[in-house]
């Protein structure tokens, strides 16, 4: 292996010297940033890149890393695979302290190491043009790099006597009927519209009870439907509403069975909107297989329920919007208690970023950085 240090006014700048006079398949195993002048003062900031080149195949027989693995994938769509691995870790020992620190925190979190370097990437080039990092701004710009790729579809949207219909999917008890509840109380008390509500949720005569005592409260007309050829009449019972919500029984993302059914039914009911209820406690790999077994529903949009108990949103930030082989769907509301209506608010880039990770952690942070 050879192995050469260079030296450049940006990460960039070096990178492509490397590629230059390294070749294609130089990787980079070290960076720091340097001052030159005397004791570092008065002097010029640069990046120092120590780069290797390796034999074509490597000592456990994989092949060596293309040149564009080096400079490009660390924006690739998230996937684990393992002889990429090696770059990311490259990639995050350019990393300034600080910034290194906080991607160890957010791999802790949940969150992929190349998620974390593709979030990590912009906040680094900020702080290299700083020379050095300083606390707030730091971390605002980690955030606006993070609230670039997090898709916002805003509120439901209904017009008097258009009979919107929105229908709620997703896992057991993670607050679908409670949302139905606070979007109803919602909708009808701040907005003035005429509400609708359907259940699909047959299996229990608790859940049937449960948007009952709901319906009874709020005044509102209510639907049981247990067969798709149900639907289309239960809707037109409904008479002249503008927003049917249609409220269904949690299903496990991995039965297959009972997710078909679930898409017979929304087939016959054709609502304007699904929306896809997932708990902020989730794990990154509950979203993920949340994601793949609810696709065939064709969500619209997605709700972040149990904001309230979740440590924080890094690794369901990660899920959400890391992987290039899922449907990005924009999140539409966030759900943060179990009040009726309070707890419930459009989906913003503040609330999810204000709880990236736990404040005390953040805070920590910054005051080191
Ligand atoms: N802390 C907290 N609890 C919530 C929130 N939303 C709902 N819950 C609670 O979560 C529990 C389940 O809520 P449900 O609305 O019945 O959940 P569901 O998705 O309809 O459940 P199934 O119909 O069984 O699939 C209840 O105890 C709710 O009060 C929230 O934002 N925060
Ligand atoms: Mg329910």
């Known amino acids: 292996m050879h192995i050469r240090t260079f030296r450049a006014a940006s990460l960039q700048d070096a990178l492509e010297e490397i590629r230059q006079q390294m070749g294609p398949d130089a990787s980079v195993l070290h960076t720091r940033q340097v001052r030159d002048g005397w004791m570092g003062w008065?002097?010029?900031?640069?990046?120092?890149?120590?780069?290797?080149?390796?034999?074509?195949?490597?000592?456990?027989?994989?092949?060596?890393?293309?040149?564009?693995?080096?400079?490009?994938?660390?924006?690739?769509?998230?996937?684990?695979?393992?002889?990429?691995?090696?770059?990311?870790?490259?990639?995050?020992?350019?990393?300034?302290?600080?910034?290194?620190?906080?991607?160890?925190?957010?791999?802790?979190?949940?969150?992929a190491a190349i998620t974390a370097d593709r979030w990590l990437r912009a906040t680094e080039s900020f702080a290299a043009g700083l020379g050095e990092t300083h606390g707030q701004p730091w971390m605002e710009h980690l955030q606006r790099s993070i609230a670039r790729e997090l898709r916002l579809g805003g509120p439901i949207r209904t017009q008097p006597g258009s009979k919107h219909i929105v229908a709620l999917v997703g896992p057991t008890g993670v607050g679908k009927t409670t949302t139905i509840a606070k979007l109803a109380a919602g909708f009808r008390i701040q907005e003035r519209r005429r509400i609708g509500l359907v259940t699909i949720d047959t299996f229990r005569i608790a859940a049937v009870q449960q948007l009952e005592a709901y319906a009874e409260i709020m005044d509102l007309p209510m639907e049981v439907v247990e067969k798709p050829a149900e639907?289309?009449?239960?809707?037109?019972?409904?008479?002249?509403?503008?927003?049917?919500?249609?409220?269904?029984?949690?299903?496990?993302?991995?039965?297959?069975?009972?997710?078909?059914?679930?898409?017979?039914?929304?087939?016959?009911?054709?609502?304007?909107?699904?929306?896809?209820?997932?708990?902020?406690?989730?794990?990154?790999?509950?979203v993920r297989s949340v994601l793949r077994g609810f696709a065939p529903a064709r969500p619209t949009a997605a709700i972040l329920t149990k904001l309230d108990e979740a440590t924080n949103t890094a690794g369901v930030l990660s899920a959400l919007s890391s992987s290039d082989s899922l449907p990005r769907i924009p999140l539409s509301y966030l759900t943060n208690g179990q009040q009726v209506p309070d707890d419930i608010q459009v989906a913003s880039a503040e609330t999810l970023l204000s709880r990236l990770l736990p404040t005390t952690l953040q805070n920590q942070h910054l005051d080191a950085a």
């Open 42 to 111: 008065l002097g010029r900031t640069y990046v120092e890149v120590t780069a290797g080149l390796r034999d074509a195949i490597d000592a456990n027989g994989r092949p060596s890393l293309e040149s564009d693995d080096l400079e490009e994938n660390t924006f690739a769509p998230e996937e684990d695979a393992s002889p990429r691995q090696s770059v990311f870790m490259h990639s995050a020992s350019m990393l300034a302290g600080p910034l290194q620190a906080y991607r160890e925190q957010l791999i802790d979190s949940g969150v």
């Open 231 to 286: 639907m289309q009449p239960a809707i037109e019972r409904l008479g002249d509403v503008d927003l049917v919500l249609i409220d269904t029984a949690g299903r496990s993302p991995s039965s297959d069975a009972r997710i078909d059914q679930l898409v017979e039914l929304l087939r016959m009911a054709q609502p304007d909107e699904t929306h896809l209820v997932m708990a902020a406690t989730s794990s990154v790999s509950t």
